[in-house]
T-cell receptor, first 114, second 112 residues
Framework: GAGVSQSPRYKVAKRGQDVALRCDPI?????LFWYQQALGQGPEFLTY????????KSGLPSDRFFAERPEGSVSTLKIQRTQQEDSAVYLC????????????FGPGTRLTVL | KQEVTQIPAALSVPEGENLVLNCSFT??????LQWFRQDPGKGLTSLLL?????REQTSGRLNASLDKSSGRSTLYIAASQPGDSATYLC???????????FGTGTRLTVIP
């Protein structure tokens, strides 16, 4: 496909479970971003990759959150020991160059922690 | 830290009306400002992007303006249609930064 894809689209987890969310950016896009969007709020930045290098992880809310992009394309956001406050939509975005102005967003993964 | 505010939080208008959505930001050292549309259960669709050196951008019935010195942007929608119903998000990218800072959005309903 031509756009950013994310899987799964919906995930329900019991509190304490680990989850892994996947992002497939647009082919050839160098930069990849993860955002967290709580209900009724705007997205908030979590972390940023340039190719395989994680250049900024200042938005990750705790050490339970971990992201990787080992080959510089697909990225995985992992949340360990999920808590109810982790319930949100997790959005992935990519851009062609590190300085490119526009970010293209995927449809998001809605995570519900029971 | 950059703070982005959008007013109003929700807006309901009859079809055909022109309307203005407002966005304000606290740090004027921005690289660009972007307006997005978000439909329920969907990702973000970019509508307009204004570089810091620009004052406005237009696309069809949409016009976005930027006043960097006062920390404000407006999104003008002309002749609104029911299909315009969505949440509109304003996002700012700071100078030297890569990530976006988002407002909480304006939920627009256009009544047929």
């Amino acid at each position: 496909g031509a756009g950013v894809s994310q899987s799964p689209r919906y995930k329900v987890a019991k509190r304490g479970q680990d989850v892994a969310l996947r992002c497939d950016p647009i082919s050839g896009h160098v930069s990849l971003f993860w955002y967290q969007q709580a209900l009724g709020q705007g997205p908030e930045f979590l972390t940023y990759f340039q190719n395989e290098a994680q250049l900024d992880k200042s938005g990750l809310p705790s050490d339970r959150f971990f992201a990787e992009r080992p080959e510089g394309s697909v990225s995985t956001l992992k949340i360990q020991r999920t808590q109810q406050e982790d319930s949100a939509v997790y959005l992935c975005a990519s851009s062609f160059l590190s300085g490119a102005p526009e970010q293209f967003f995927g449809p998001g993964t809605r995570l519900t922690v029971l | 830290k950059q703070e982005v505010t959008q007013i109003p939080a929700a807006l309901s208008v009859p079809e055909g009306e022109n309307l203005v959505l407002n966005c304000s930001f606290t740090d004027s050292a921005i690289y660009n400002l972007q307006w997005f549309r978000q439909d329920p259960g969907k990702g973000l669709t970019s509508l307009l992007l204004i570089q810091s050196s620009q004052r406005e951008q237009t696309s069809g019935r949409l016009n976005a303006s930027l006043d960097k010195s006062s920390g404000r942007s407006t999104l003008y929608i002309a002749a609104s249609q029911p299909g315009d119903s969505a949440t509109y998000l304003c996002a700012v990218r700071g100078t030297g930064a890569n990530n976006l800072f988002f407002g909480t959005g304006t939920r627009l309903t256009v009544i047929p």
